[in-house]
């Protein structure tokens, strides 16, 4: 069975850095796209970073030049290094990978890990 677990969520003072893993296990074949969601409370979940199996990568405009997506091919681990963190990037952020499996190719969420910026 194939699990995502996310880690490194925490409270933080504006300004601060924070870095979110998230981990895939189980009988993967490979990982193709992956990416980082947030949503806040009463908003919808929207995409704040993304990175492709080639290394190609997109962001928010909100968190541009603040925030880096990256990945472990080995470790089958994406990475959000998130600096200059502000009140309004609160949020419970989700990570999210395409997986091929056995020819196939499915979606996979993480669990969510609650980030929280105080000013």
């Known amino acids: 069975q194939v699990q995502l677990v996310e880690s490194g969520g925490g409270l933080v003072q504006a300004g601060g850095s924070l870095r979110l893993s998230c981990t895939a296990s189980?009988?993967?074949?490979?990982?193709?796209?992956m990416a980082w969601y947030r949503q806040a409370p009463g908003k919808q979940r929207d995409l704040v970073a993304r990175?492709?199996?080639?290394?190609?990568?997109n962001y928010a405009d909100s968190v541009k030049d603040r925030f880096t997506i990256s990945r472990d091919n080995a470790k089958n681990t994406g990475y959000l290094q998130m600096n200059s963190l502000k009140p309004e990037d609160t949020a419970v952020y989700y990570c999210?990978?395409?997986?091929?499996?056995?020819?196939?190719?499915?979606?996979?969420w993480g669990q969510g890990t609650q980030v929280t910026v105080s000013s």
């Open positions: 990175i492709t199996s080639g290394g190609s990568t």
């Open positions: 999210h990978m395409i997986l091929t499996i056995s020819t196939y190719d499915y979606s996979y």
């Open positions: 189980g009988s993967i074949f490979s990982i193709n796209d």
